[in-house]
């Protein structure tokens, strides 16, 4: 038969590129979770709370003590590329949030049944809207879509229901509700570990007890003790890094401020030492405070551990970096996990270099200890 001449081209519609792009941003019900976090922390939250059922496929709800969203910006709230945190390209190379693209919340409407429960300081009470595909849309059908005041708290509660309910194959994917539901505890416990000073809570809804509960104002030690249990946090040891020149009176230098220095970078570990042998490496990677992935910092500090711990057995890391945002390019993918950044291959060989010496130093200590 004659091969089909070609199809004539069409314009997608408005709805259908919509959900395209919230299936790259909202992969599963974590990685939902992940960007309400990120939101209830740029929202300057000290205690976040998070409700589950079926995994997050029936409910994910979060609910935080942030500043709130004015009741003028419900509107535009779920509107893809709406956003208090970026204005211009420039600010892109310095961020100091998490969000910048206003896409989270438009994903989540696509793709779930998303309300907004919000209070402002300044707000007498509290404003309920619920979105549909980016709009405001009833509660029920006949309702008016204006949102409604209602009792509540400072700060927000966003829940998003029935995920996935519009696009099956993505929900087919996503068969155990349990696995999903130990991703989210994941998810929940780095950024806990990460944000030692915010209040996390996390339980499936109609159970009484949380699966996991952390106070505010711990350090990140406690809260890994917290977190990971006692075997861990009794092993750790720390290290901090910085671009400067690495004096010997480390302590002194100015390492702690927030902000990365001048085209420079800081940052700190806690990891175990040699006596601590797990199946499977733990690593917990922040960027920028953000929780990212990167396979070649993992496998450098891997290759440290190989020369001190027995053959298949691996180390918890918990490693922060702090880079330049200038020297960092978030916006390489959709669920911003990946991060670049200039200077890779030094920061990573520091990171190691100094990881190596301090591991080193407590096996010395040890030898030495043995030998009075
Ligand atoms: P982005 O975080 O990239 O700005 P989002 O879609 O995640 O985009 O959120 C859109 C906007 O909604 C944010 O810029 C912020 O102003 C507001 N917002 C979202 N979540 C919260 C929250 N928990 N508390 C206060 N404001 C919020
Ligand atoms: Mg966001």
Redesign the pocket.
Known sequence: SEPAGPQPIRRLQESLINRIAAGEIIHRPSSALK?LI???L??GATSIRVTIKDGGLKLLQIQ?N????RKS?LPI?AERF????LSTFSDLQSLR??????????SISHVAHLSVI?KTMTDSCAYKAHYLDGRLTPAKPGQSADPKPCAGNDG?T?TAENLFYNTPTRLAALRSSSEEYARILDVVTRYAVHNSTVSFVCKKAGTAGPDISTPSNSTTKQAIRLLYGQTIARELLDAKFSSGVRSADEDSMDVDNDDAEEDGWHGEALFTSANYQAKKTVFLLFINHRLVESTRIKRAVESVYSTILPKGTFPFVYLSLEIDPRAVDVNVHPTKREVHFLDEESIISRVSDEIQRTLAGQARSRTFEYQT
């Open positions: 960007e990120e939101n209830s740029d929202a935080d942030g500043c709130g969203i910006d709230l709406t956003t208090s945190k949030t998490y969000g910048f693209r206003g896409e989270a919340l438009a919000t927000t966003i």
